[in-house]
């Protein structure tokens, strides 16, 4: 259906159409997986707001974690740390924070924000919902904790309903759980 909808061909779907007057625009904030070594070094060296932004957090930051994010984020890629559990998050939610900045400056703001898992953080900051103390607070401790639980456990993304899912855990429910 959807591939239906994107190609325009309203023959093929059940519903077509708009909810309102006007598109709205939701900024989506990711949970963890998608940092990168290297990730915003091209915008921090060419666009001054979103460097502001990364050294706002970074001041923020270095009151709450032991770490510096700007350094964490220009490091080589060699010592890159942006992947390990007790960084990710709060790299994540200064990227978060600056790109939602910069798009800020240039007009774009979203009518709804919304975060998935450790993307929760950035959209209730962008939300007016958390400071961005509080925000990096949350993060920190996200990270830390995680950290602690590194090697305790795995995660898996199945493509499969919620009842067959169940059904090929049956006997293993001791040991593995649907999230």
Avoid: Y
């Avoid at 259906?1 to 159409?17: I, K």
């Avoid at 950035?122 to 904790?145: I, M, P, T």
Wanted: glycine share 10%; net charge negative; hydrophobic share 45%.
């Amino acid at each position: 259906q959807m591939d239906a909808f994107l190609s325009r061909d309203e023959a093929e779907l059940p519903v077509a159409g708009r909810g309102g007057p006007e598109p709205k625009l939701a900024f989506v904030f990711t949970g963890m997986g998608p940092q990168w070594w290297g990730m915003g070094r091209q915008l921090l060296e060419k666009e001054p707001v979103f460097r502001e932004a990364i050294e706002e957090c970074d001041r923020v930051f270095r009151d709450i974690g032991a770490w510096s994010l700007m350094e964490v984020l220009r490091a080589e890629e060699s010592r890159s740390r942006v992947h390990e559990a007790d960084l990710a998050p709060a790299a994540n939610l200064a990227i978060q924070v600056a790109l939602t900045k910069l798009w800020h400056s240039w007009g774009i703001i979203p009518d709804v924000s919304v975060g998935h898992s450790a993307g929760e953080i950035g959209a209730a900051w962008a939300a007016g919902a958390l400071s961005l103390e509080d925000a990096f607070k949350v993060a920190f401790h996200r990270g830390r904790l995680q950290d602690r639980a590194t090697g305790s456990g795995t995660m898996l993304a199945a493509g499969v309903a919620e009842n067959e899912a169940a059904r090929l855990i049956e006997g293993l429910t001791d040991r593995i759980s649907i999230a």
